[in-house]
């Protein structure tokens, strides 16, 4: 049996002199509405419990919420949000939410995050109304006052490395599923993958922000890897980052489980764990961890390929080193992106502009960077060129290559490739070759 966690004497005298108690529904039909992001109160001390059973609940051996209370809420914007109770209540409180409708999908459900209080976390849309369930834990249950808070959540800030995490609730989900909606998330203009850790201090802090326990991360086991072995070979992060650094429960990677082959790498969190890893099958996911650090970002520029110089004689790398000269237009082309750098996604766009009219034009790729001159401007891709059918450029000087370029390309998970545009440029030019190039991106890709 758990024994009841202290209340601070501060919010004790808040929490049960206030007058404002004898709030939350007895019936999820009758569900209280409540509104915004703020503190908001729940007295289930003479409730009963109508809530059913979910294996999402699933905690300590027993399924249910008892002496459950029930508020509806609508999701003010879209985003991460977050409901707890810690340090708000005496009561052994279990929070679970609904997408909606008491017969609907548990979306989240937690008994003990802060001592024997409750923290859950989703990802809400806009303007959809939430159910959320405010109980205790079953055995022996007990009552009483208290209040929740329902907040927004955001990334967090690791200062050590730079990066930003954030966990995510997702029941059910698969680590594939997982590793491309975290591709599609981005934070402050960095774009998402699934967390990859690297060394003690980066692991801890992931677990230090919240409820870890059955989350994706993004190690895989690559079965096509030459040190591929069951259980122990093969194991990689999606970035292409040595996998030196491990956190394994002991007996663990063991490939062994009831969704047969346990191929990807989940984090384990509690009594029984501590705070370890484990290699899963997809059997029994809550969600995942997301690692804001630009890795998978569409495109990250690297150089100027017909530069900023106006008129520059032939050969001249102009006042900024490695810069070209400008075409006939009187600017110089540039390349961007749009969409994700996941390879299963391949919806990357590539966008030319400040192109001549009507001029064909190129896209061309190479595994590495460099810095020559060619043409009126400075080729700045390398390696193994490969290069995509040309087209003409628009009235505007626009063109777009994509998406279904990974199809083509047939680039690999934490490979890093370098795109720029070669176009006609016949109508002017310094050195006379009447071809000129755009500014460059690279890309890493992910899974």
Known sequence: MKALSPLSPVLAALV?????????ADLCANAQPVAGLGVFNFDNSAASTDGLPD????EFGDDTVQLDVWFTWMAPTSGTFVVDTCGQTTVDTKIGIYDGSCAGTVLACNDDTCNFQSEVSW???AGQVYLIRVGCYPINPVGGTGTFTISEDAPVLNPVNGSYYQIIDAPGITWAQAMLDASNMTYQGLTGHLATITDQQENDFIFNIGDAHYRYIGGFQNLASPSYVEPT???????GEPFTYTNWWPGEPNDTGPAGAEDYLELLEGAQFGTSWNDTGNDHAHGYVVEFDGFGTPGTPFCLGDGTDVGCPCGNFGPGAGEGCLNSSGQGATLTSSGSASIASDDMV???AGLP?????????GNASTSALLGDGVRCVGGQIQRYPVQLSSATGTGAWGPGLQAVGGYNSGETRYFQLWYRDPTAGPCGTGFNLSSGLSVTFVP
């Not at 294996?55 to 699933?58: R, V």
């Not at 009219?357 to 790729?365: E, R, V, W, Y």
């Open 55 to 58: 294996p999402l609940c699933l």
């Open 350 to 352: 590539f966008d030319g």
């Open 123 to 125: 990802q809400g849309v």
């Open 357 to 365: 009219a009507n001029k064909p034009t190129l896209l061309f790729t």
């Open 16 to 24: 049960l002199g206030s007058s404002a108690f004898g709030q939350g």
């Open 233 to 239: 070979g093969g194991w990689e992060w999606i970035t």
